[in-house]
Every structure is written in structure tokens, then in C-alpha cells.
Nanobody, 123 residues
Framework: QVQLQESGPGLVKPSQTLSLTCTVSGGSITAVYYYWSWIRQVTGKGLEWMGAISSTGNTYYDPSLKSRTSISRDTSKNQFTLQLSSVTPEDTAVYYC???????????????WGQGTRVTVSS
């Protein structure tokens, strides 16, 4: 069974770039028909899909975050990475990585998810 684990700094300063890595085990990120997403949840709000990378390396982003978001992958390590630039305190959230057969995933009832990692943006 596939497992996903987020990792990265828990504290980022405003204007800096947030970088998180999702390490995948039990399945390959190049397996066909799957999309690998980043989703976040601000306290008290719903899930916000940020973007995804496909099994072939194509990337997809939510329009509201596209200018600040970059998703890449390292197939040799079976990892994919999120970079969010120019962060502000409004980017403070729990960040999740997930896998599903659809590009956009915004429900815990779909796909496979990591446990999430909290990132705080503060000086």
C-alpha cells in the first residue's frame, strides 16, 4: 500500500520560499494514471488544492497560486517537491501531499494522503 510522508521546515520567514518534500513508499511516482498533489488547510478553513504533478512529469496548478507555486520531482528518490515563493503569514497552514487518479483532489475521502506537516510563516 502506498505511503506518503511530508518533510520540511516548520517555520518560514515572510518573503522567503517554502519548500516541502513528499517521500513516497510502496508505489512509484512514475506509475501511470496517478497524479501527485499538494494540498493545504488553513486553520478553520477547507482544503485548498495547490497543484499536482503527473506520472509523466506534467504539472498543474491552481490559478490563484500558479504565480508562486512550483512542483517538481526526483524519480531516483521517489519524491516530489513543493516550492511556494514570497510567503506571507496567510500561507500558514497544514500542508499535505496526496495521490489520486484525478488531477485535483480536495477531499480526504479520495486517494492516499500523507499525515500533513504544519508550516508557520512568521518573522
Amino acid at each position: 500500500q502506498v505511503q506518503l510522508q511530508e518533510s520540511g521546515p516548520g517555520l518560514v520567514k515572510p518573503s522567503q520560499t517554502l519548500s516541502l518534500t513528499c517521500t513516497v513508499s510502496g508505489g512509484s511516482i512514475t506509475a501511470v494514471y496517478y497524479y501527485w498533489s499538494w494540498i493545504r488547510q488553513v486553520t478553520g478553513k477547507g482544503l485548498e488544492w495547490m497543484g499536482a504533478i503527473s506520472s509523466t512529469g506534467n504539472t498543474y496548478y491552481d490559478p490563484s497560486l500558479k504565480s508562486r507555486t512550483s512542483i517538481s520531482r526526483d524519480t531516483s528518490k521517489n519524491q516530489f517537491t513543493l516550492q511556494l515563493s514570497s510567503v506571507t503569514p496567510e500561507d500558514t497552514a497544514v500542508y499535505y501531499c496526496a495521490r489520486d487518479r484525478v488531477v485535483r483532489i480536495d477531499s480526504f475521502t479520495r486517494g492516499s494522503w500523507g499525515q500533513g506537516t504544519r508550516v508557520t510563516v512568521s518573522s
